[in-house]
């Protein structure tokens, strides 16, 4: 107990002594937030805050540049109104064709950088100063066009292709997009117009997506009002994304957090997400083309996450058709928020969800606390397999609190495919609306205990001590 207590005096010695340096967003959620650690007091001392202290990013090793160029020796004009794309593909071009040993940083200083979309290349740093903005021309109608994922058989809301990212890397190693906390901001109202108007030809660009990549760090960077999901790796392995903050208004359509997307290896730590849509969703391809393609997406770690979405906090799925495996979420804070926790996929997807455990996450001011279930999302086309069905099992949801959570929620699984092992222990939800109080379950197997509003009886009561096991 001494030791645990000494270890929460710290984190709130290290939470106060950030404020000062924090954005205006942090008091907002400290008040909101500070009725909830008062529950929580006891909680919290008895040794759940082991977390904090730990870290994935390790995984990937930070490469100090032999060499720095700037983006202004390229002709760059910083003014907000001059296109870059040219400065940012010829600087790219050199660090691609120089070859550094060590590789080579890109410094885009203070300035209002607008561009269309490039592409990185491998052994280099992407350094953003205080004060530096990369922002997107508003110039839809040119933006370059690609294929559409093999996962996916199509752009992800219309037929056909889809835009470039913003930012874009392809069969690189060794990325690092970092700095002073500089800003990449998509002007993606342009897109969110289009998609209200129903004008957009081909599926929105995300603001930065790497493919078939590995060690990637991309850490205390803005992400402001992507056209699209923000931060998409698909097919990549070894992938860190810290501190890095995301915003977009809770209107704005699609505007994903971060969406690992078959890859393997990602740790998402130590960051705030306010946007439209799931502030992280886990996905591994769409139906028939994500099976026929095969590739998973596990050793996925989220940890001290803070945000706030009308849709999920932390999603998994829908689209889960190669596979979704051994994903650690936990010391999460969700505010204002749909979905807490939503793990969703849907018949037709095949694959799998498994080994997923959720712990220590707060919520404030929730529509609902937790939903699984097996009949969310549509499809790529109608020549989806209606047999192919997704097997959800072992789900492990432990300490998880909420106040001013309408709904408890629901685990609703598939006839033919019921999920297994899901287990919930010590779960809390308060202020639920008298006329929600019971939670909604059906095909669902697993265990319960210190649950409150109790669940239903699909799950069985486990003992009191019954800490959710491994075994599935
Ligand atoms: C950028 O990368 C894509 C592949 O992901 C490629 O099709 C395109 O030609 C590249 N663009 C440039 C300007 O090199
Ligand atoms: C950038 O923002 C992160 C996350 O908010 C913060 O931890 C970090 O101290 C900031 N870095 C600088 C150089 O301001
Ligand atoms: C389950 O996932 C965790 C990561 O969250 C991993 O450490 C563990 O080895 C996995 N268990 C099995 C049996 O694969």
């Known amino acids: ?105 890109l410094y885009v200083p203070p300035g209002v950088w ?7 290349t491998s052994h280099m740093t992407l350094f953003l100063a205080r004060g530096a903005v990369i922002k997107a021309t508003r110039d839809a109608w040119n933006w370059p066009l690609m294929d559409p994922l093999p996962s996916y058989g199509r752009g992800r809301e219309l037929p056909g292709g889809r835009y470039k990212s913003l930012i874009h890397g392809n069969g690189l190693r060794d990325v690092v997009i970092t700095g002073e906390n500089g800003t990449i901001d998509g002007q993606g109202d342009v897109w969110w117009n289009m998609w209200r108007r129903r004008s957009l030809r081909f599926t929105r660009p995300h603001l930065l997506e790497f493919m078939h990549s590995r060690n990637i760090i991309i850490s205390n960077v803005v992400f402001l009002n992507s056209p699209f999901w923000n931060i998409h790796p698909v097919y990549c392995s070894n992938v860190v994304i810290k501190s890095v903050t995301i915003l977009a208004p809770h209107d704005s359509p699609n505007t994903d957090g971060i969406d690992p997307d078959s890859s393997t290896n990602v740790c998402i730590e130590d960051s705030y997400i306010s946007t439209g849509d799931d502030l992280v969703a886990i996905k591994s391809g ?12 596990s050793g996925i770690t989220i940890r001290r996450l803070t945000g706030s979405s009308p849709f999920a906090g932390i999603a998994i799925g829908s689209e889960n058709s190669g596979g979704i495996s051994n994903v650690l979420v936990e010391d999460i804070d969700i505010f204002n928020t749909g979905i807490g926790i939503h793990i969703k996929t849907n018949m037709g997807r095949g694959g ?37 069905l997704p097997v959800v099992n072992g ?48 095909h669902v197997s697993g265990t319960a205990s210190e649950v409150e509003p109790w669940p239903c009886a699909e799950l069985a009561r486990s003992p009191a001590s019954g800490l959710c096991s491994n075994a599935f």
């Open 1 to 105: 107990m001494g030791d645990s207590f000494l270890e929460f005096s710290t984190r709130l010695h290290l939470f106060n002594s950030i404020q000062p340096k924090r954005h205006h967003w942090s008091s907002l959620i400290v008040s909101k937030m500070a009725p909830l650690v008062i529950l929580l007091l006891p909680l919290l001392l008895c040794g759940t805050v082991s977390a904090w202290e730990a870290t994935c990013s390790g995984q990937v090793p930070a490469w100090q540049r032999a060499e720095t160029i700037s983006l202004t020796e390229f002709g760059a004009i910083g003014d907000g109104r001059t296109l870059n794309t040219w400065p940012f593909r010829k600087a790219i071009y050199q660090i691609e064709h120089l070859q550094r040993r060590g590789g080579t940083t």
């Open 114 to 120: 607008l561009t269309g979309s490039f592409n990185l």
């Open 286 to 297: 769409w139906d028939e083309y994500g099976i026929f393609y095969g590739q998973p997406s």
């Open 395 to 442: 789900v492990t949801i432990r300490n998880v609190w909420g106040v001013n959570v309408q709904q408890p929620g629901s685990i609703e699984g598939i006839k033919n495919s019921p999920f297994s092992h899901i287990c919930l222990y010590n779960v809390k939800f308060w202020g639920i609306k008298m006329r929600y109080t019971s939670w909604k379950c059906m």
């Open 352 to 388: 799998y969800i498994r080994n997923i455990t959720f712990m220590d996450v707060r919520m404030n001011t929730v529509r609902k606390g937790l939903r699984i279930a097996g009949n969310v999302g549509d499809h790529p086309d109608n020549k989806f397999n209606l047999k192919a």
